[in-house]
C-alpha cells in the first residue's frame, strides 16, 4: 500500500463485465456506456481496484484516485475512478491518468 492512500481492499470493482446500474449505486463504478439506450463497449483487461493520478492536462494537477472500472468502445478507453481526496467518483479518458504501481 503506498503512504497515505486507502487500502485497495476497501474497495470494490466491475471486473470482466460491463458496469451495471446497481455498480454504480454500489460504488463498484461510475458510468455506463450506451448508444441509443443500448449497451456498448468491452471491459478492459485491467487488475481492479487499483491506484492511479488524475492528471489536468491544462494545469497539470494530480489527484489520487482509485480505479474502479474500465471499459472501452468504439476505440476509446474510459475510465471510471473514486476520487480520495474529494470522496466522489469520476470519469475520464485512459490519457486522463497514470496506473500507480502499488
Do not use: H, N
Amino acid at each position: 500500500m503506498l503512504t497515505g492512500w486507502p487500502r485497495l481492499s476497501d474497495f470494490s470493482a466491475t471486473v470482466g463485465r460491463l458496469a451495471t446500474a446497481e455498480d454504480i449505486r454500489a460504488k463498484r463504478a461510475a458510468f455506463l456506456l450506451e448508444s441509443e439506450g443500448v449497451r456498448i463497449g468491452e471491459p478492459i483487461d485491467l487488475k481492479l481496484p487499483c491506484y492511479a493520478w488524475m492528471v489536468d492536462d491544462e494545469t497539470g494537477d494530480r489527484e489520487r484516485c482509485i480505479v474502479l472500472q474500465a471499459e472501452e468502445a468504439d476505440g476509446i478507453r474510459y475510465f471510471g475512478v473514486w476520487l480520495i481526496d474529494q470522496k466522489k467518483p469520476s470519469v475520464g479518458l485512459e490519457s486522463d491518468f497514470e496506473i500507480v504501481e502499488s
